[in-house]
Structures are given as structure tokens and as C-alpha cells.
């Protein structure tokens, strides 16, 4: 099995920063599978946020985010980090990191077999 456990969620205010990150273990995970975050605001469906190809080389955005997020992965330390920049009250959500037993890139939600628990983000106005 594989376990991936969020970290790095809190209280910001507009303009600011946050970094996420998202710890991978079990004997089963491979560098080799694509990452991404989604996330899910109350009343709202989880909705894609990035993606990382396996070795970092490709990564995807959803246009809400696109210059201001970077995801980025460190596959020796099976990590998959979020760097937040330019905060916006319309940020705040449940952030999940997921994983996907191949290296092929997908924004679908239902493409990833693997989830966290979810990490809050609050962006104050």
C-alpha cells in the first residue's frame, strides 16, 4: 500500500505564502508515479490544482493557479511539494496530495489511485 500524509496547511493572509508538502511511503510507491494536488472548497467538488510527471520534468496547472503555484518533487526523499505564492481568499480549501501508478500526467481526479488526508489552507482578506 501506499500512504501519503499532507503537511504545511495554516491561516495566511492575502499575498502571502504557503508551502505544502506531501510525505510518500509504503513498500509499493515508486518514483516512477505521477503526483498531484487538488483541492476542495466547502460545497465545492475537489477540483485539480497541479501535477508532476515523474521526474519533474513536466508539470501541469490549473489556470485558477498558473504563475503564482509551483509543484515540485523530490523523488530520493519521496516528497511532492505545493509552493503557494500570491494567496487569494478564493485559495482557501482542503488540499490533497494524490498519486498515480504510472508516469502519465492526468488533471482527472479519478485517474489517482492514491490519496492523503488533506491538508486546510486559510487565506484571510
Known amino acids: 500500500q501506499v500512504q501519503l500524509v499532507e503537511s504545511g496547511g495554516g491561516l495566511v493572509q492575502t499575498g502571502g505564502s504557503l508551502r505544502l508538502s506531501c510525505a510518500a511511503s509504503?513498500?509499493?510507491?515508486?518514483?516512477?508515479?505521477?503526483m498531484g494536488w487538488f483541492r476542495q472548497a466547502p460545497g465545492k467538488e475537489r477540483e485539480f490544482v497541479a501535477a508532476?510527471?515523474?521526474?519533474?520534468?513536466?508539470?501541469y496547472y490549473a489556470d485558477s493557479v498558473k504563475g503564482r503555484f509551483v509543484i515540485s518533487r523530490d523523488n530520493a526523499k519521496k516528497t511532492v511539494s505545493l509552493q503557494m505564492n500570491s494567496l487569494k481568499p478564493e485559495d482557501t480549501a482542503v488540499y490533497y496530495c494524490?498519486?498515480?501508478?504510472?508516469?502519465?500526467?492526468?488533471?482527472?481526479?479519478?485517474?489517482?489511485?492514491?490519496w492523503g488526508q488533506g491538508t486546510q489552507v486559510t487565506v484571510s482578506s
Open positions: 509504503g513498500h509499493t510507491f515508486s518514483s516512477s508515479y505521477a
Open positions: 494524490a498519486a498515480r501508478k504510472t508516469s502519465l500526467v492526468t488533471q482527472a481526479r479519478h485517474d489517482y489511485d492514491y
Open positions: 508532476i510527471n515523474w521526474s519533474g520534468g513536466s508539470t
